[in-house]
């Protein structure tokens, strides 16, 4: 497909927070599609991405690095400028991904709607689907020189929560906190990857690894799977509040649920444990398996 053909020649209207390669390998290159990619870590600023993808940094300009947890959300108005330089139109449609599969993507997708985005999905199974799938990649370029876009932050209320909007979940018998961490850093028996971190979990909090909402090759499961899973720890509490080690994987589950039909009511606390794992000011932690 030519470069910059008519977006409406192909139909841009997302149907949901996901898409799959073959939606995104129609649109690639046409005018109006903006492919971002949120790799973190190890996987940031690997050789290849996907044709003209540009870097969507969390781990640089995308957070804020005078907070005292990493990947803290960026205020609106850091958010408009760093979105804004990657060349995001207010018009634009946008589809994330990372190179691990379904990691970090979710993260960029919660945080531009948490900023009032709502034209934004993630590429499922990301850049190994991608590349599993046969299809072309580039040598990834180091940051995106193109325009400057149009796009401007509007935050929403409640999508990213605080430490003590999360004890008053954990003390409301309608809502539901699920942490996103593997099952031996949710219990104690791991250590975790940040120093100076308590081990453990908040009391009343369930334990819904990222990774169990996932299949073969980092494709999120199907919706009815999902609902299961959501449903077998939460029961029928819609109230569901996400965390994890930094703010990240929590979105993932933000995405499961999201795709499993739960509406509003789905918030992810920014701190995470980086934030309520520090031995001051205290909040409580509680080891051990149980949850709930």
Known sequence: MPAFESAVSVGLGLTGPLVGVDWVAERVGVEGVVVLDASVGAYRGGSVRIPGARPFDLDGDLSDHAAAAPHTMPGADAFTDAVRALGVEDTDTVVVYDAAGIYSSARAWWMLRAMGFDRVAVLDGGLPAWIVAGLPVEERAAAYEGPRGSFTARPRDGLLVDADAVARALADPGAAVLDARTRERFAGTAPEPRPGLRGGHMPGALNLPFG?????????????????????????????????????????????????????????????????????????????AAGG
């Open 212 to 288: 169990e909402l996932q299949q073969g090759g980092g494709l999120m499961r199907p919706a009815g799977e999902l609902r299961a899973a959501f449903r077998e720890l939460a029961g029928d509490r819609e109230r569901l509040y996400f965390s994890c080690g930094s703010g990240v994987t929590a979105c993932v589950l933000a995405l499961g649920a999201t795709l499993a039909g739960y509406g509003e009511g789905l918030a992810v606390y920014d701190g995470s444990w980086s934030e309520w794992g520090v031995p001051a000011p205290h909040r409580p932690v509680v080891t051990g």
